[in-house]
């Protein structure tokens, strides 16, 4: 066999790999958040610690997702200030006060007027996934979850569904 046939056979070296045993479980929850303005971010992180706390699982992750089409979620760090350019980047790109079809009675027969809330929850998503490890999310130094409103005051709904071993 010749040099270069050799070198080629030989496996390249892998990365250490964890293998975790166990039973794969899932469990469930849906939070409530009520909201009090029309646009709002409210973080929601330690309900999901608390829920993730109450399960089994040690080793998965956690599925995040808004219920609405006019709310969405995202990781992000939470200051004041931050919080407001947030709010105010919204609208500014997504702005109330613009035409849309989805706004116009000739075209919809949506009342709400709220074309811009589907806008920017499009724009933020509507669901997040985080990893678990050791029994707790994975977070960044400075990552918060965040739930934001864009048709408010309301009631929400957001499904948690815990996954792993």
Not at 2 to 23: D, F, L, N, R, Y
Not at 38 to 43: A, G, H, M, P, T
Not at 128 to 152: C, H, M, N, S
Request: a negative charge; aromatic letters at 6%.
């Amino acid at each position: 066999m010749s040099k270069q046939a050799m070198s080629a056979s030989k496996p390249e070296p892998q990365p250490a790999v964890e293998i975790k045993e166990g039973t794969y479980k899932v469990a469930s929850t849906t939070l409530e958040v009520e909201t009090d303005s029309r646009v709002e971010l409210k973080e929601i992180t330690d309900e999901i610690v608390a829920f993730v706390a109450l399960t089994p699982i040690r080793e998965g992750f956690v599925q995040i997702s808004s219920l609405h089409t006019t709310a969405g979620l995202m990781l992000n760090e939470i200051q004041d200030a931050l919080l407001a350019d947030m709010v105010s980047m919204f609208e500014q790109v997504i702005p109330r006060t613009v035409y849309y079809k989805h706004n116009d009675p000739m075209f919809s027969e949506c009342e709400r007027r709220n074309a811009d809330s589907h806008l920017r929850a499009i724009m933020l998503g509507h669901n997040i996934t985080i990893p678990i490890e050791d029994g707790k999310l994975k977070l960044g130094t400075w990552q918060r979850v965040l739930f934001g409103e864009f048709d408010g005051p309301n009631s929400r709904k957001i499904h948690v569904q815990v996954m792993g071993v």
